[in-house]
C-alpha cells in the first residue's frame, strides 16, 4: 500500500460502519474521499467475508500460461547446484533467455554463489538476531597442556619425544551472538556437572553486562545432553538448542572465536609453561570484547574510534531489559567527542579529524 492511500484497513472498517449505522453508500464514500465505485466494492467484499475481506489481496494472477514449466525450473536449480554455473551459461544448456533463469534462481533463493555451500550446493540457512542474549553460542576448546621448559613447539618433536603427555586443558566459551561478547575460563573436562557450573557462572557474567541469556546453542557434547543440564537451563528460564550431529556449522559464532582465540592468544607465541599461558587469558579476553563496539557498528559512517576509545566511562543507567536500545543510544557530548551504550556500559567514541582540502589557485 503506498503512502497517499485513502484508505487502510482500519479506514475500510469504518467505512463500511458508517453504511451499517445507515449512510448511504454515495455519502459514506463523500465522507471518506474515494468514489462511489470504491465504496462499493469494500461493501461487497465486507458483507461476503467479512473483516478478512478488508485485508490486501495478492495481485498475482490465478493461472499463466506462459510461464516457465516446473520441471524446467528444477532443471535449473539442479544444474545451479551441481555445477554452481551463471545465468548466461545456464541458458544456453536448457534453452531458456539469461533473464528467465536469473528470475527462476531468485525465486528459488540460490541466485548468489556465497549464499550455497560449495560441497552440496544447499543455501546456507543463516542465524540472525536483533538484540543482545537472543542467541549465545556455547563450546569448548580443547588445547594440549604445556609441560615446564616449553613443549615441541619450542625444543621441537626429537626433545619432547619420551615426554609423557600432560593432557588436555578445557577452555568452555560462550558468546553472544548480537554483539559478540564473549566469556571463557578453564572449566574443566566437558562433563554435566562442569558445563552447568559454568552456565551459571556465564549466566551471572552476561547479567553484570546488562545482558540477559534467553537461548543457547550447543553442540551434542556429554554435559549438554545431561539431566543436570536441562534442568539449570529450566531453572534461568533459557531455551537449549543443540546442533545436528557432525553440523559444527551450526555453532559457526563459537567456532570462529575459538579459531581466534587459537590464533591470537593460544599459539601466537612459544610458552614456557601451561600456568604462563593460562594467566594470559584474562588479558586476551578483555581486549578481545574490547572490539564489541568496532563489530556491533554503532554509530553513522564517519564516527571512528580514536586512542583510548572503547574504555567504560561509566555505567548506563538504562535498564537490563531495554539491552537494545540502549545498544544503538548515542549521546554527542561535544563537537569532537561521542558516547555509545553497549551492553550496558557506556564507551567514549571520538570523530575522525578530517583534512580540509586545499583550493587549486
Known amino acids: 500500500m503506498h503512502r497517499n492511500a485513502p484508505l487502510t484497513p482500519e479506514g475500510r472498517l469504518r467505512l463500511c460502519q458508517r453504511i451499517l449505522d445507515g449512510w448511504t453508500v454515495a455519502a459514506a464514500a463523500e465522507s471518506m474521499n474515494i468514489s462511489r465505485q470504491c465504496a462499493h466494492k469494500w461493501w461487497r467484499r465486507y458483507r461476503d467475508e467479512?473483516?478478512?475481506?478488508?485485508?490486501?489481496?495478492?495481485?498475482?494472477?490465478?493461472?499463466?500460461?506462459?510461464?516457465?514449466?516446473?520441471?524446467?525450473?528444477?532443471?535449473?536449480?539442479?544444474?545451479?547446484?551441481?555445477?554452481?554455473?551463471?545465468?548466461?551459461?545456464?541458458?544456453?544448456?536448457?534453452?531458456?533467455?539469461?533473464?528467465?533463469?536469473?528470475?527462476?534462481?531468485?525465486?528459488?533463493?540460490?541466485?548468489?554463489?556465497?549464499?550455497?555451500?560449495?560441497?552440496?550446493?544447499?543455501?546456507?540457512?543463516?542465524?540472525?538476531?536483533?538484540?543482545?542474549?537472543?542467541?549465545v553460542h556455547i563450546d569448548v576448546?580443547?588445547?594440549?597442556?604445556?609441560?615446564?621448559?616449553?613443549?615441541?613447539?619450542?625444543?621441537?618433536?626429537?626433545?619432547?619425544?619420551?615426554r609423557p603427555g600432560l593432557g588436555?586443558?578445557?577452555i568452555h566459551t560462550a558468546i553472544d551472538a548480537y554483539s559478540r561478547l564473549a566469556y571463557s575460563e578453564f572449566a574443566g573436562p566437558e562433563t554435566a556437572q562442569n558445563c552447568t557450573q559454568f552456565l551459571t557462572r556465564a549466566v551471572a557474567w552476561f547479567a553484570t553486562h546488562g545482558i540477559t541469556i534467553e537461548r543457547i546453542l550447543t553442540d551434542n557434547g556429554v554435559g549438554y545432553r545431561s539431566l543436570a543440564w536441562t534442568r539449570r537451563c529450566a531453572e534461568l528460564g533459557i531455551r537449549h538448542t543443540r546442533t545436528r550431529p557432525?553440523?559444527?556449522?551450526?555453532?559457526?559464532?563459537?567456532?570462529?572465536?575459538?579459531?581466534?582465540?587459537?590464533?591470537?592468544?593460544?599459539?601466537?607465541?612459544?610458552?614456557?609453561?601451561?600456568?604462563?599461558?593460562?594467566?594470559?587469558?584474562?588479558?586476551?579476553?578483555h581486549r578481545y570484547n574490547r572490539r564489541v563496539p568496532l563489530?556491533?557498528?554503532?554509530?553513522?559512517?564517519?564516527?571512528?574510534?580514536?586512542?583510548?576509545?572503547?574504555?567504560?566511562?561509566t555505567t548506563c543507567r538504562r535498564s537490563a531489559g531495554s539491552v537494545m536500545a540502549c545498544g544503538r543510544h548515542a549521546s554527542v557530548a561535544g563537537s569532537g567527542s561521542r558516547e555509545v551504550c553497549v551492553a550496558g556500559r557506556r564507551f567514549a567514541l571520538r570523530a575522525r579529524p578530517t583534512r580540509e582540502r586545499r583550493s587549486r589557485s
Open 168 to 170: 588436555y586443558a578445557h
Open 50 to 135: 467479512g473483516v478478512a475481506g478488508l485485508v490486501d489481496r495478492s495481485s498475482r494472477p490465478h493461472r499463466c500460461p506462459h510461464q516457465t514449466p516446473a520441471r524446467v525450473e528444477r532443471r535449473i536449480v539442479a544444474l545451479r547446484r551441481s555445477r554452481k554455473l551463471g545465468p548466461a551459461r545456464l541458458a544456453g544448456i536448457v534453452g531458456v533467455p539469461a533473464s528467465t533463469v536469473h528470475r527462476i534462481l531468485v525465486r528459488h533463493g540460490v541466485n548468489r554463489l556465497r549464499w550455497m555451500d560449495r560441497p552440496t550446493g544447499r543455501v546456507i540457512r543463516r542465524i540472525e538476531t536483533s538484540r543482545c542474549g537472543e542467541l
Open 141 to 162: 576448546k580443547k588445547l594440549a597442556r604445556i609441560p615446564e621448559g616449553g613443549g615441541h613447539k619450542m625444543l621441537g618433536r626429537a626433545a619432547t619425544r619420551n
Open 295 to 313: 563489530r556491533v557498528g554503532l554509530g553513522p559512517a564517519g564516527w571512528g574510534l580514536g586512542r583510548g576509545a572503547g574504555r567504560p566511562t
Open 246 to 285: 557432525y553440523r559444527p556449522a551450526t555453532n559457526g559464532k563459537a567456532e570462529r572465536y575459538n579459531r581466534t582465540l587459537a590464533d591470537e592468544w593460544a599459539y601466537a607465541r612459544l610458552w614456557t609453561s601451561d600456568a604462563r599461558r593460562a594467566r594470559a587469558l584474562d588479558r586476551w579476553l
